[in-house]
């Protein structure tokens, strides 16, 4: 798919591997690791990625925070932390979107031009995987639209096909709409 001057693409797959100037972090609000892909990246970076993380303090929920990459192939790591889903009414899906337009955002103020971005909430936190499909490609071409030349290359390394094929419809949805 091709939106602006950006190729976005959507693969199964792990984000550790992804030799973009980015990848997008699904952490939680402290920083320090976890499990699922906050864990993965972790171990892939190194023990200097913890105690860089432990000098920025946190990250609020729908926020994003930017670190080197040490042993990854991607130059930096943006730490974001989606919402917990809890049924829908606490502002979840405002906050999802910002997760993507927040790691954009930053990447592009970094002059970053490619970026790789998880399934953010769709683990432990819960998020419905369709919902959180159309939220994410939303936000994402809602910024390639602002600014069409920002980025050369976005994205979406999902875990299984399942949810590949979820990311796939959502982003076709959306590049659509943005014709
Ligand atoms: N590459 C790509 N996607 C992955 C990988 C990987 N290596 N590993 C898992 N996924 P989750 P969340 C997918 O639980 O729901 C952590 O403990 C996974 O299949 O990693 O935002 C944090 O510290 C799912 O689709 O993140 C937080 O406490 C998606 O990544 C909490 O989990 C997100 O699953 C954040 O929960």
Not at 30 to 37: A, C, I, M, R
Not at 101 to 123: N, W
Request: glycine fraction near 12%.
């Amino acid at each position: 798919m091709i939106v602006g001057a950006t190729r976005w693409e959507v693969v199964t797959g792990d984000i550790t591997r992804s030799a973009t100037d980015a990848i997008v972090n699904a952490a939680n609000n402290s920083l320090l690791g976890g499990g699922g892909v906050d864990g993965a990246i972790h171990r892939a970076a190194g023990p200097e990625l913890l105690a860089e993380c432990r000098t920025i303090g946190g990250c609020p929920t729908g926020e994003a925070r930017i670190t080197r990459g040490y042993d990854l192939p991607a130059r930096y790591v943006i730490h974001t932390v989606g919402p917990v889903w809890n049924g829908g009414g606490r502002g979840e899906r405002d906050l999802l979107a910002g997760c993507y337009a927040h790691s954009l955002d930053l990447a592009r103020r970094h002059a970053l031009r490619s970026i790789a971005f998880p399934a953010i909430s769709t683990g432990v936190y819960a998020f419905p995987k369709d919902q959180a499909a159309g939220i994410a490609a939303a936000a994402v071409a809602s910024a390639l639209r602002r600014d069409p030349e920002a980025f050369d290359f976005v994205r979406f390394v999902c875990f299984d096909d399942s949810t590949t094929v979820l990311f796939e419809a959502a982003v076709r949805d959306a590049a659509c709409d943005d014709q």
